[in-house]
């Protein structure tokens, strides 16, 4: 059974940093791409960010540029999401997702199988 574990939201000022972690089990991560998403109450999903199986590939929504790194570790079958300079617009839940068919690329409107239960992050003063 495949299972994503979203970790590391929390609490934090404007202008802070966060790590977010996707713990992915029942599958090997290898060439699979995965994606962040996040949805604010009353909003819409959007996309955040995806890495493509081989970590070469990644795709960034135009809302996160420049502030946000996505990252893998496939040892670790772990995906990391390294948000910086971070604005209360940004507060929502964050789900990472894991695409079943495996390539080195990645798209952010591409069809995610797999879903994580989310991690709230929360940016006030």
């Known amino acids: 059974q495949v299972r994503l574990v979203e970790s590391g939201g929390g609490l934090v000022q404007p202008g802070g940093s966060l790590r977010l972690s996707c713990k992915v089990s029942?599958?090997?991560?290898?060439?699979?791409?995965i994606g962040w998403f996040r949805q604010a109450p009353g909003k819409e999903r959007e996309g955040v960010s995806c890495?493509?199986?081989?970590?070469?590939?990644?795709v960034y929504g135009g809302s996160v540029k420049g502030r946000f790194t996505i990252s893998r570790d496939n040892v670790k079958n772990t995906v990391f999401l390294q948000m910086s300079n971070l604005e209360p617009e940004d507060t929502a839940v964050y789900y990472c997702?894991?695409?079943?068919?495996?390539?080195?690329?990645?798209?952010?409107?591409?069809?995610?199988?797999?879903w994580g239960q989310g991690t709230q992050v929360t940016i006030s003063s």
């Open positions: 997702a894991l695409e079943e068919v495996t390539s080195i690329y990645c798209e952010l409107g591409d069809e995610y199988d797999y």
């Open positions: 029942g599958l090997t991560l290898g060439n699979h791409a």
């Open positions: 890495i493509g199986g081989s970590g070469v590939n990644s």
